[in-house]
T-cell receptor
Framework: GENVEQHPSTLSVQEGDSAVIKCTYS??????FPWYKQELGKGPQLIID?????GEKKDQRIAVTLNKTAKHFSLHITETQPEDSAVYFC???????????FGGGTRLMVKP | AAGVIQSPRHLIKEKRETATLKCYPI?????VYWYQQGPGQDPQFLIS?????QSDKGSIPDRFSAQQFSDYHSELNMSSLELGDSALYFC???WGAGTYNEQFFGPGTRLTVL
């Protein structure tokens, strides 16, 4: 089955700095890569996703890049704000069935 | 906008008891997914349903069963509860069961087994 690894597990940045979170996946058949933000006591919320036919996607301060050959994808958050502090999960889907396989999560702390 | 509704939000059970978790998908969503998230861990896929039929099965123990009803709500039934079943259980819903169909997550049910 699919295996998704995510790094780093914790990330602390100063407000205004950029944050980068990286994920690798194992199943070359995976073709959908969403990123979720989870705040304390809440369910994961989709913040951006990318399909395998696209190398990069941007939405305001958030961007995701995908390298299918190397089987890795990354989340970039620019001009970080304290409200960006949360746990971020990458996921991969489309390989076998429609379930998502999540990475281990990154706890992002943005210091004011 | 309407979101995924899960009930109860918190549940405390004793070992060997049974529990039933309910999920009400976003209106017009026909696909439901169940995930289990242990403390400090990532969500693990359990099972999913599309149009009331099981579509995919993940790491769901044999002690657990689930179904989707005619109104598209779903229930996760858990029997012979063990301490290790203590976790957050999320339900997600989507319109269609395709790979690119965004999964909207509910607020979760926190199950504590004593």
């Amino acid at each position: 089955g699919e295996n998704v690894e995510q790094h780093p597990s914790t990330l602390s940045v100063q407000e205004g700095d950029s944050a980068v979170i990286k994920c690798t996946y194992s199943d070359s058949a995976s073709n959908y890569f969403p990123w979720y933000k989870q705040e304390l006591g809440k369910g994961p919320q989709l913040i951006i996703d990318i399909r395998s036919n696209v190398g990069e996607k941007k939405d305001q301060r958030i961007a995701v890049t995908l390298n299918k050959t190397a089987k890795h994808f990354s989340l970039h958050i620019t001009e970080t704000q304290p409200e960006d502090s949360a746990v971020y999960f990458c996921a991969a889907g489309g390989g076998a069935g429609n379930m998502l396989t999540f990475g281990g999560g990154t706890r992002l702390m943005v210091k004011p | 906008a309407a979101g995924v509704i899960q009930s109860p939000r918190h549940l405390i059970k004793e070992k060997r008891e049974t529990a039933t978790l309910k999920c009400y998908p976003i209106p017009r969503h026909d696909t439901v997914y169940w995930y289990q998230q242990g403390p400090g861990q990532d969500p693990q896929f359990l099972i999913s349903f599309y149009e009331k039929m099981q579509s995919d099965k993940g790491s769901i123990p044999d002690r657990f069963s689930a179904q989707q009803f005619s109104d598209y709500h779903s229930e996760l039934n858990m029997s012979s509860l063990e301490l290790g079943d203590s976790a957050l259980y999320f339900c997600a819903s989507s319109w269609g069961a395709g790979t690119y169909n965004e999964q909207f997550f509910g607020p979760g049910t926190r199950l504590t087994v004593l």
